[in-house]
């Protein structure tokens, strides 16, 4: 069945080091993969996306890696700051039909902590 | 532009009424999208629409209904409320076209004694 799940729920890393959040996907289907950053209380927030042709994506501070071959994607977080902390969310995007969205199966989430 | 608002913030429902969830974004979004997150989960579709008019089930519609009342509003209904709905409500818009990012609303927490 469809199933994104997180090898690591919960992550624990200094300020200013660097950090990994890795992801399983399960659907080879799926055409697009987003992360979200949650805080508590709030709704997930977008934080970078990368579609299923590519392997690497970066952006300011985050790269996202995406290996098809193995069906797993990673989220890296240069220079951690206490900010980050939150839990962080992988989606795969299921297609609904050509030129439609997609239905976002999300894993269970890694909460990760920076320590000052 | 104030994305996607979600009334209310919070809601205590005794198990058998009934009460809607309103959702409204401000993007020009074809689609919208309900979703629950229960302790220690990550969020499950209940609904989605992909375009104004149409309506589809996700992995968890029982329970539910929803109506996309145009394009800026999408509602979620619980008719008969049940413990097992306790959960936070997240709704979400996206384009619509292609593969897209969703943008969330802040959340409706419900608790159903």
């Known amino acids: 069945g469809e199933s994104v799940g997180l090898h690591l729920p919960t992550l624990s890393v200094q300020e200013g080091d660097n950090s990994i959040i890795n992801c399983a996907y399960s659907?080879?289907?799926?055409?697009?993969f987003i992360w979200y950053k949650q805080e508590s209380g709030k709704g997930p927030q977008f934080i970078i996306d990368?579609?299923?042709?590519?392997d690497k994506r970066q952006g300011q501070r985050v790269t996202v890696l995406l290996n098809k071959t193995v069906k797993h994607l990673s989220l890296q977080i240069a220079a951690t700051q206490p900010g980050d902390s939150a839990v962080y969310f992988c989606a795969e995007n299921i297609p609904l039909a050509l030129g439609q969205g997609g239905k976002l199966i999300f894993g269970q989430g890694t909460e990760l902590s920076v320590k000052p | 532009n104030a994305g996607v608002t979600q009334t209310p913030k919070f809601q205590v429902l005794k198990t058998g009424q009934s009460m809607t969830l309103q959702c409204a974004q401000d993007?020009?979004?074809?689609?919208m999208y309900w979703y629950r997150q229960d302790p220690g989960m990550g969020l499950r579709l209940i609904y989605y629409s992909a375009s104004e008019g149409t309506t589809d089930k996700g992995e968890v519609p029982n329970g539910y209904n929803v109506s996309r009342l145009n394009k800026r509003e999408f509602s979620l209904r619980l008719e008969s409320a049940a413990p097992s709905q306790t959960s936070v409500y997240f709704c979400?818009?996206?384009?619509?076209?292609?593969?897209?990012?969703?943008?969330f609303g802040p959340g409706t927490r419900l608790t159903v004694l």
């Open positions: 993007m020009n979004h074809n689609s």
């Open positions: 979400a818009s996206s384009e619509g076209q292609g593969p897209d990012t969703q943008y």
């Open positions: 659907n080879s289907a799926s055409d697009y």
């Open positions: 990368i579609r299923s042709n590519m």
